[in-house]
């Protein structure tokens, strides 16, 4: 006995019994093999015997016939036992029945034998849903790549809501719905959280709708979160399940999709995307892809809470070592601070200028570090638009070198000066090259030996590459090897409780914002030179913007200090 057994579809789990010489109309609107999908057309195909054997043509239905994948035509073809048909979103399975199946079928009879009810009637003028034509193969690529796509996606996204609408593109570019959201729960260990639109799409926005008006169907995605499942409806409104909805009336519902985005513990929200176009319907491949979308989605928004925590955790970290040096280091100067007022305060008492002038230099030399230390959190912490002037860069290293002569003298430490004569004015925020140059002097200073150091300050112009050079040295200890690439991470120090951390820092930010570089040259026992070089061809626009015509060329080599 042949047997027709519906694999899916509405008529799902039906299985109807073929006569051995009685032509079969497929269809809504068919007497014989009646299917209530409304992506059938009324009169879709028909099964014709001939000898013992069944063939099957088209009948110009609207989505097509299709024998194991393949369309067919008006031509008939001839069936063999195991092949698929679809009509519509229905599938067919063309069969042998065992014997003992027979009880279970609905026989196919006449009008006047006729005891099947029919529980829903599509008017005659209702024509059935365009469908795309279902190539296995193809479909099969287009879900791989958008898989790849959203792989790509969720892994390089951090931020949930510039992730979620990078997805609800994709989604928009794969499935051309009419509209689409997600929503987010705004506690997602709470089961009665509210939920928060956090990504509206339109593919054209209707002028009837107010702005930030949502059309949500709340009955389609309670029915979501009560089943955990994505659900498809080929027409909402007439879906028993969301009959009673408000917006799938309103909105003229007819196809929606709606999925879970949710990880194995947890449910982060839906993605519902419809269209209310009257022959159009998605696919139950669609919603296997869209329910995929949901998990990468949980996962991406898992990752991304981990990745928050961790970023917080870390922040705090931070600033808890940020603290503890600056309060260290603040102590310290307190206490030089509180050394040299004590000292200054007995000698006004007792009238005693020598006193005083022992007391001041140690409360000068404080003051002077904790203005330092100021500006180096100010300049370190705050972005700032550099201010570029052509500037003389002689004047203002013999201006530096005035500065902190005061300095040297009292540690007994001379200080050189070799300046080019040949260096043009360069384009430069004169302020902020003070103060990277000043902590670099400051460095070498306090270096530099007592009785017996020397700290030299040298400029170069390097003609060829367009570079300006300046280059602080010291004959202290030198700094080993390996340390190099520490030195300029903040709060990083090899003064002990004399240093902040902040000054070679605050130098790198300054001169990589000058579109320079800073490195350093050091041996143990050979002291230090630090080397910054800035390009000279910067082009000043205006105050705050400016460019630089080419790349910088790269340290190596440059043998000119």
């Not at 705004?186 to 209707?206: E, L």
């Not at 027409?235 to 990880?263: L, Q, W």
């Not at 940020?322 to 307190?334: E, G, Q």
Request: glycine letters at 8%.
């Amino acid at each position: 006995m042949l047997v027709l057994h519906i694999l899916q579809g509405p008529d799902r789990g039906k299985k109807f019994e073929l006569p051995v010489d009685e032509p079969q109309l497929i269809g809504r609107s068919s007497e014989s093999l009646a299917l209530t999908d409304g992506t059938v057309s009324r009169r879709h195909a028909e099964l014709t015997p001939d000898d013992g054997r069944w063939y099957l043509r088209d009948l110009d239905s609207s989505n097509g016939t299709f024998i194991n994948g393949e369309r067919i035509a008006r031509d008939p073809v001839e069936l063999s036992p195991g092949d698929q048909i679809r009509c519509g979103s229905t599938l067919v399975l063309f069969a042998i029945a065992p014997d003992d199946e027979r009880v279970t079928l609905v026989r196919v009879v006449g009008p006047s034998e006729m005891d099947v009810t029919v529980e829903q009637r599509l008017d005659a003028n209702e024509e059935s849903m365009i469908l795309a034509e279902p190539d296995p193969v193809k479909a099969a690529m287009d879900h791989l790549r958008v898989i790849y796509e959203l792989t790509a996606l969720t892994g390089s996204m951090i931020d949930p809501e510039a992730l979620l609408n990078r997805v609800m593109d994709l989604i928009f570019q794969e499935f051309k719905p009419d509209r689409g959201f997600i929503l987010l729960k705004r506690d997602v260990d709470d089961p009665h959280s509210r939920f928060d639109p956090v990504v509206v799409r339109y593919k054209v926005r209707p002028k009837t709708t107010d702005e930030g008006h949502i059309p949500i169907s709340q009955t389609i995605i309670q029915h979501t979160l009560n089943e955990g499942t994505g659900i498809l409806s080929t027409n909402a409104m007439t879906d028993k399940r969301f009959r009673s909805g408000d917006s799938v009336r309103e909105y003229g519902i007819r196809s929606a999709i709606c999925v879970p985005i949710r990880t194995a513990q947890r449910i982060f929200g839906v993605i519902s995307i419809d269209s209310s176009l009257a022959q159009f319907t998605f696919t139950q491949s669609q919603l296997r892809l869209l329910n995929a979308v949901g998990q990468h989605a949980g996962l991406a928004l898992t990752n991304a809470a981990l990745v928050d925590s961790k970023m917080q955790t870390e922040r705090l970290a931070t600033i808890g070592q940020t603290v503890a040096w600056l309060s260290h280091s603040i102590k310290n100067i307190l206490q030089g601070l509180r050394g040299g007022a004590d000292a200054v305060e007995m000698a006004l008492e007792r009238g005693d200028f020598t006193l005083a002038r022992e007391g001041w230099p140690i409360l000068a030399r404080n003051l002077d570090r904790i203005y330092g230390l100021t500006q180096n959190m100010l300049a370190y912490s705050k972005h700032r638009e550099l201010d570029l002037e052509l500037t003389p860069i002689g004047p203002l290293m013999e201006e530096l070198a005035q500065l902190v002569q005061p300095q040297c003298d009292r540690k007994r430490v001379g200080l050189l000066l070799d300046l080019a004569e040949d260096m043009p004015p360069i384009p430069i925020d004169g302020n902020a090259i003070h103060q990277a140059v000043m902590n670099l002097l400051g460095n070498a200073l306090d270096a530099a030996p007592a009785k017996t150091g020397v700290v030299t300050l040298r400029t170069r112009f390097l003609a060829e590459s367009h570079e300006a050079q300046i280059a602080v040295s010291d004959n202290g200890p030198g700094i080993s090897p390996e340390r190099h690439a520490e030195l300029f991470e903040a709060f990083r120090s090899t003064k002990g409780q004399r240093g902040t951390g902040l000054g070679l820092a605050v130098t790198r930010k300054i001169v990589e914002e000058h579109g320079g570089r800073i490195e350093v040259r050091s041996e143990p026992k050979q002291g230090a030179t630090f080397i910054i070089t800035l390009p000279s061809d910067r082009v000043v626009l205006d105050s705050g913007d400016t460019r630089l015509p080419r790349p910088l060329p790269s340290a190596e080599g440059d043998d000119e200090l």
